[in-house]
């Protein structure tokens, strides 16, 4: 493997800023993302108030359904004594979802080896699964090749109550039927058939979008000792009960805090990216597998659409008794995690790292300091086919990000068109046009009432002429289209959608076509944690 760094692709302006010139946000955050700020941390941090005996419990009755590791059995043991974590975390997407979660898979595992070597301390890696999350149309699709284009295949069962993903089930039958299908649409490899058999052994015994991700997940990073916790999982609720009652008292400074500092993030040219209500509660309450977005009003909390109406007391009573009953929301979740786990670092994404920007003075509000939070390694993989031609047109992969590639592919068609046809069937349009209005004007002058009729004459010439001229171009494109479909193979290999590569592939394709070990290969690459867009040559 080979690899390249580049400027970060397709970065908005607060992404750039937080790569570039973190020390200009700092009051936004409480640490910039370097060495010095890890050991800062470290050394700052109170480490031992966290229960870290029953939060390893929940970890390992957690992650025993799925194998638990040497190496993760290590950590387990190291968590309970001193250790620290980095941690990251995503929703749960069918066949792990796009890339970019192996990629915060990759990007907590590399960063806890290198600290855990730098700092002489153990730094464990740690995976939080956003089960809780309830918008299913995000995590059930995949996006693949078909018929030379690219397409979303959707998993096509639906359900007509919106539950969380960890308690949104699988009719094994039909996904089975939706898997196989995805399967007959890649090219067969050696690797195909036992890479079908894994996936369909995975889906075996875990039959929600949690359990499948997560079991995924495991079978790829056990050996790196990666630790799996699903938000949703209820021992992990319970152990969260004495959190969850801090946020219901201090419900209404927690809601100011964050609506002003998002007003501040706004005014600095960053935008809203939590869009808080100075009336938000921060909280679900979930019932039989729903979440529904609490709200303040009068003393209350309350979701109006459901009919729901707690007092102060009887939530904090939810909070002691039966805390599965709630769950975080995009303000909550990142201080209960800081809450639950001893976090050294935490790995984001851009907008991950955007919304973390107006909760500086959250924590503060809990005593806390936010971690230093890290962006997720970014990185884009090029397999051999695609090097080839990128070698032949003399493209670099700035190119691509760029678009020469498209303004190359319309320029090669052009060159080939014939330039006087679509300037005569013009041509042809205005002396239609002039011919039919003169034929109105005598019409007219007669007092003959047919108007309508020409105009309806005339746009249907304009039609038949119009219909000549896509029927030219899609011929002279057939024409010329061994080397158009080049073209559109890189565009689709490195920016499908528009886009990072990662955002829209899954892992499957490159696990079809590289194997099994691919992702074991993309660990041994000498990341840097430098802001920069990685580009792995396979």
Same mark, same amino acid.
């Given at each position: ?47 031992? &108030? ?100 690219? /397409?979303?295949?959707?998993?096509? +069962? ?25 399967? /007959? ?38 050996? +790196? ?106 303000? =909550?979740?990142?201080?209960? /995690? ?15 790292? $955007? ?28 397999? =051999? ?40 069937? +013009? ?6 046009? $002039?011919?039919? $209005? ?27 002429? =119009? ?11 057939? &024409? ?59």
């Amino acid at each position: 493997m080979r690899l390249e760094q580049h400027t970060q692709p397709f970065a908005n302006l607060f992404y750039k800023k937080y790569l570039n010139d973190t020390s200009s946000l700092s009051s936004f955050f409480h640490y910039e993302w370097n060495q010095k700020a890890l050991n800062k941390r470290l050394q700052e941090t109170d480490f031992s &108030k966290h229960k870290r005996a029953q939060l390893v419990n929940v970890l390992t009755d957690y992650m025993r359904k799925f194998g638990l590791s040497e190496k993760s059995n290590q950590h387990l043991e190291e968590l309970k004594d001193n250790g620290v974590v980095v941690i990251g975390g995503q929703q749960s997407g069918i066949l792990t979802g796009p890339m970019y979660s192996i990629h915060k898979a990759i990007s907590v595992i590399t960063l806890a080896k290198q600290q855990r070597e730098k700092l002489g301390v153990p730094v464990i890696p740690v995976f939080w699964i956003a089960g809780e999350d309830h918008d299913i149309d995000e995590i059930n699709h995949v996006y693949i090749e078909r018929s030379r284009k690219l /397409q979303k295949f959707v998993y096509p +069962e639906k359900s007509k109550i919106k539950k969380i993903a960890s308690e949104t089930t699988f009719d094994q039958s039909i996904m089975e039927h939706y898997l196989a299908e995805i399967f /007959q649409n890649l090219p067969e490899t050696l690797h195909t058939r036992v890479l079908f058999a894994k996936v369909m052994n995975h889906l075996e015994n875990h039959l929600t979008y949690t359990e499948f991700f997560a079991a995924l997940m495991n079978d790829f990073f056990q050996e +790196e000792g990666l630790l799996l916790i699903d938000a949703a999982y209820e021992p992990f609720r319970k152990l969260e009960s004495e959190y969850f009652q801090l946020f219901v008292e201090n419900a209404s400074e927690l809601s100011g805090i964050v609506f002003e500092k998002e007003k501040e993030f706004e005014k600095a040219g960053f935008g809203t990216p939590i869009q808080t209500k100075e009336s938000a509660a921060h909280l679900f309450y979930v019932e039989s597998g729903e979440r529904f977005l609490l709200e303040r009003q009068d003393g209350m909390f309350i979701n109006e659409a459901k009919g729901l109406s707690f007092t102060k007391d009887e939530l904090m009573h939810i909070a002691v008794n039966h805390p599965e009953n709630l769950s975080n929301n995009v303000v =909550t979740r990142p201080i209960m /995690q800081e809450m639950v786990f001893p976090v050294l670092s935490f790995i984001g994404g851009p907008g991950e790292i $955007a919304y973390w920007g107006t909760l500086k003075s959250a924590f503060e509000l809990f005593q806390m300091k936010m971690p230093v939070i890290m962006p997720r390694l970014s990185v884009t993989v090029v397999n =051999t086919k695609t090097q080839t031609l990128l070698e032949k047109f003399s493209f670099l992969i700035q190119d691509v990000w760029d678009g020469v590639v498209e303004e190359a592919k319309i320029q090669y068609i052009n060159d080939h068109r014939n330039e006087q046809i679509p300037q005569l069937i +013009e041509t042809m349009k205005q002396e239609l046009a $002039a011919k039919y $209005a003169q034929l109105e004007e005598l019409l007219i002058e007669d007092n003959l009432k047919l108007s309508p009729l020409v105009e309806k004459n005339l746009r249907y010439h304009e039609r038949q002429l =119009t219909f000549i001229e896509h029927a030219i171009d899609d011929t002279l494109v057939g &024409k010329l289209d061994a080397t158009i479909h080049r073209y559109d193979r890189i565009i689709m290999e490195l920016i499908p959608n528009g886009g990072l590569q990662e955002r829209t592939y899954s892992p499957l394709q490159l696990l079809n076509e590289i194997g099994l070990d691919f992702i074991k290969e993309l660990l041994e690459v000498p990341y840097e944690f430098n802001g920069k867009h990685h580009t792995v040559y396979i």
